[in-house]
Each structure stands twice: as C-alpha cells, then as structure tokens.
C-alpha cells in the first residue's frame, strides 16, 4: 500500500457502497455542493471540496471526519485558469485516484438582456460553463482508469444542471444558456465514454433553497417552504452514483412538486 491509499477509507465495508472510491465535488461550502460531500461520504468515499470560501470547507471536512471518511479543503477560484487541472491533481495526489467528479459550483444572476451587467455574463460563463469543461477534461484521464479497476468497475462524472438547462425563460438567458451548453457537453461526452464505463450524468434541480435563492421568499408562484432542500438533490446526485455498474441513469430533472415549469 502506498502513502496515498493509506489516506483512503479502506475498500470493503458492506454499509459503505462508495467505500474505497475518491469523490470530488465543487461547490462544496455550501447549498448542494455541501450536502452532496456529506452524502458521498457516508456512503464511503473520501471527499475532496473545492469552493473559496476555506472556513467553510474546514468546518466540512471536520464534519466529514466525524463520520470517520476522509475529507481534503481545496481553496480555489475555479473561474481563474488551471484552478480547475489544479483541484483534480492535488485530489488525485492525496489519494491516488479519483472515482466520481461532481461538477456543482454555479453561479446565478437574473436580468432582462437590456438591463444585464456583462460581468455577469463573464462569471456564469466562466463558472457554469468554462470550469465544468476545464476539470471534466482534467478529471477524465483519471475517471477512465479507475474504471478499468476492480474497486467498483465504474466511474462517475455528474454535472448539476438546472431545470433552466432545458426550459429557456426570460430575465435568465445566460444562466439558461450555460446551463443548456453543459447539458449539450454532457450528452456528447457520454456517448465517448461509455464504453470504457465511466457513466456521464445531468442532475437538473429546480427551485432549491440555499444561498443561491437567499432572499428569493416565492418563485413560479410557489412559497419557498414548498421548494426542494440540498438534501433533496444531494439524494438525486447519489442514486445516480450508487446504481450497479451496468446501470447508467444519465439524467434526472428533480423539482418541487408544486412546481409546474
Ligand atoms: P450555493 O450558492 O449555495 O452554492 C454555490 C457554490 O459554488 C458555493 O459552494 C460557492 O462557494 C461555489 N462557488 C461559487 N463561485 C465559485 C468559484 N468562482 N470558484 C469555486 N467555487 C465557487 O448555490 P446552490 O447550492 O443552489 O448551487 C449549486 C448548483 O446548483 C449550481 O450549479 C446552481 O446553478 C445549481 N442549481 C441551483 C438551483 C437552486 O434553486 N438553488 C436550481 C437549479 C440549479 P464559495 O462562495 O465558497 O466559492
């Protein structure tokens, strides 16, 4: 054993189906991203996090440690070039692989096209989109060989998406648009891939509440206790990756039962 699987939870444990696989999720400081590191965590996996905020992903993976996994804080911009190679490599050296990447960190900002602020346009093309592309191609090398071992036979590349990714709606034109741009990536990748088994997947959420939505008290006209939790979609994200190997669910849209589009 190297010093890199010794840092990992050990293969094996029967209550831990991910047990002895590397996830990676981005986004992880809050909202979705949060709960989906704890959710892959205690199905087993060591979980690496990225987002900025470094107290945030401490306190995480303090949490995580309870729970006896392992956890890696990785503070990055993932907007800023090579941040994306960055977090996969230094992933990959701590614990020697890497099974499942969870692109989630996003950025939403809403507005008549008129009335937009370019920066904007900049930071959801440069989150939503660039940074998925960026790490997806860095990760990739890495999800195709674990693949080929025998930990679980599979990998796991899951984009979190949107509702917005397949329903354009006005005042969000550029969040609909990288959102539909990762959903085209995705599809295309998949059909490359899937032969070698690493299962490419869409989770697409609608109204959630986190950070994101902070202040947001209805939308489509629905009252926000009625919108989804993290939880919600972190259970979505986990179904998907903890099907058998010859199972490949490549996309779920999960919104509010009150929500109609
Ligand atoms: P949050 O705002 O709670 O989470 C966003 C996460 O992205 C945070 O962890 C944030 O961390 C991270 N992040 C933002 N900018 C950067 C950056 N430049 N580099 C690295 N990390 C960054 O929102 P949600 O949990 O709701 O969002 C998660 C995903 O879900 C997004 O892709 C969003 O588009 C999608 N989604 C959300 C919906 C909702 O209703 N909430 C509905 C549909 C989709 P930090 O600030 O520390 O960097």
Redesign the pocket.
């Known amino acids: 054993m190297n010093a890199n699987e010794s840092d990992r939870t050990p293969v094996g444990n029967a209550d831990q189906p991910l047990a002895g696989s590397v996830a990676l999720v981005?986004?992880?400081?809050?909202?979705?991203?949060?709960a989906a590191a704890l959710s892959l965590a205690r199905l087993g996996c060591s979980v690496a996090m990225?987002?900025?905020?470094t107290d945030?992903?401490t306190e995480l993976s303090d949490a995580i440690g309870t729970h006896g996994a392992a956890a890696l804080p990785l503070t990055?911009?993932?907007?800023a070039p090579g941040?994306a190679r960055r977090a996969v490599e230094e992933t990959v050296r701590r614990f020697g692989r890497l099974d499942v990447v969870v692109n989630?960190?996003?950025?939403?900002a809403r507005a008549a096209v008129e009335d937009s602020d370019l920066a904007d346009w900049e930071r959801m093309v440069?989150?939503?989109l660039k940074?998925v592309l960026h790490l997806s191609h860095a990760a990739l090398p890495h999800l195709l060989r674990a693949a080929e071992d025998d930990v679980r036979g599979v990998a796991d590349l899951v984009t979190?998406?949107?509702?917005?990714g397949r329903l354009a709606r006005k005042n969000n034109s550029v969040?609909s648009a990288t959102?539909h741009a990762v959903c085209s990536f995705s599809d295309a990748l998949r059909q490359e891939v899937t032969g070698r088994g690493v299962r490419v997947g869409l989770v697409?959420?609608?109204?959630?509440?986190?950070?994101?939505?902070l202040g947001g008290e209805s939308a489509f006209g629905m009252a926000q206790e009625s919108?989804?939790r993290?939880e919600d979609?972190a259970r979505s994200i986990s179904f998907m990756i903890t099907q058998p190997p010859h199972v490949a669910i490549n996309e779920i849209m999960v919104r509010p039962t009150a929500q109609e589009h």
């Open positions: 981005t986004g992880a400081s809050s909202g979705i991203g949060e990225v987002a900025r905020r945030r992903l990055a911009d993932l907007s941040q989630n960190a996003g950025y939403g440069d989150l939503n940074a979190v998406s949107s509702v917005a969040y959102k697409e959420p609608g109204m959630t509440t986190t950070e994101m939505t919108w989804l993290a979609v």
